[in-house]
């Protein structure tokens, strides 16, 4: 299998050292870049397969990577960022990136995180052609509407129904409070933060044997939902 080309923006060489030489060590391609500017420059001309992302660089803010790229490319972008405040995760998710990583890391933590966006990447032909999604012991019939867990189907209202589908075609995602309440009611207000924490609770009740360590739907405090491959 080619291992994929990585984009590293980072502009603390120490950090972009440790990164690189990670990825060397495990047979990964990379390009860098210490700036904005370089780093759009770099994803435009190579059309890197993920890009790792440090979100305060010298000349402009991290997210108008984000922000650039998003406008003509899907490639997954994930936030390395010191900054452990929610609101920037939440900025970054929301202009469109795929998961974060909180400085510092370990570097195994980097590796496991690539590993799950390449599997991602690789499901992702099969999950456009068929319209039956599988996770597990979970499968969805996207054109039934229907879903089943263990081969028994779930019963699950309107709103739970939409819920599991936003989060399972984005597997492996980081969805935020915003992005997901945006998709299920078309509008993002408080209370519709609290009541998506309402039919969360449910949902899980339906879908997982053991709603408080959930197996399929990681929950991001203060950020959002991830459903995981299992
Ligand atoms: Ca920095």
Redesign the pocket.
Known sequence: MNKPTILVV???SS?KNLMTTTLRTHDYHFLTAGNVQSAIMQASSHNPDIVLL?????DMD?VEVIHNIRSWSSMPIIVIS?RSEDTDKIEALDAGADDYLTKPFSVEELLARLRVTQRRLSMMPGEFESSVFTNGQLKIDYSAGCAWLCDKELHLTPIEYKLLCLLSKNVGRVLTHTYITQHIWGRCWDKDVSSLRVFMATLRKKLEAAPDSPQYIQTHVGVGYRMVRV
């Open positions: 980072e502009d603390d950090i440090d979100l305060g660089l010298p991290g010191a």
